[in-house]
């Protein structure tokens, strides 16, 4: 795989508020250097930005289909964005 360096904005939906998923989020986009951001959307799903290596943001697109214990994936819709500049980490915004 190319290394080159990708956005990607993410909608995973099922049951992914009040189970730990922002912060699961957080935690695995750290260990693979991805920055960005996470939140919780009033529909119930959890939207991601994810910046970094194709690589790694390959990794964290299968990785949120697991999501953390007690969260059930039904499904993880990714859109191509502009890169995004001034993102220094990755945390979670609501």
């Known amino acids: 795989m190319r290394d080159e360096r990708v956005v990607a904005l993410v909608r995973i939906v099922g049951k992914v508020q009040g189970v730990g998923f922002r912060i699961w989020t957080r935690?695995?986009?750290?260990?693979?250097?991805l920055k960005?951001?996470?939140?919780?959307?009033?529909?119930?799903?959890?939207?991601?930005?994810?910046?970094?290596?194709?690589?790694?943001?390959?990794?964290?697109?299968?990785?949120?289909?697991?999501?953390p214990a007690g969260a059930s994936v039904s499904s993880v819709t990714k859109e191509p964005t502009p890169l995004v500049s001034g993102l220094t980490d990755f945390v979670i915004t609501g």
């Open 27 to 33: 935690n695995e986009a750290a260990r693979l250097g």
């Open 36 to 67: 960005g951001w996470v939140r919780n959307e009033a529909d119930g799903s959890v939207l991601a930005l994810i910046t970094g290596p194709d690589v790694a943001v390959s990794a964290m697109m299968t990785r949120f289909w697991q999501g």
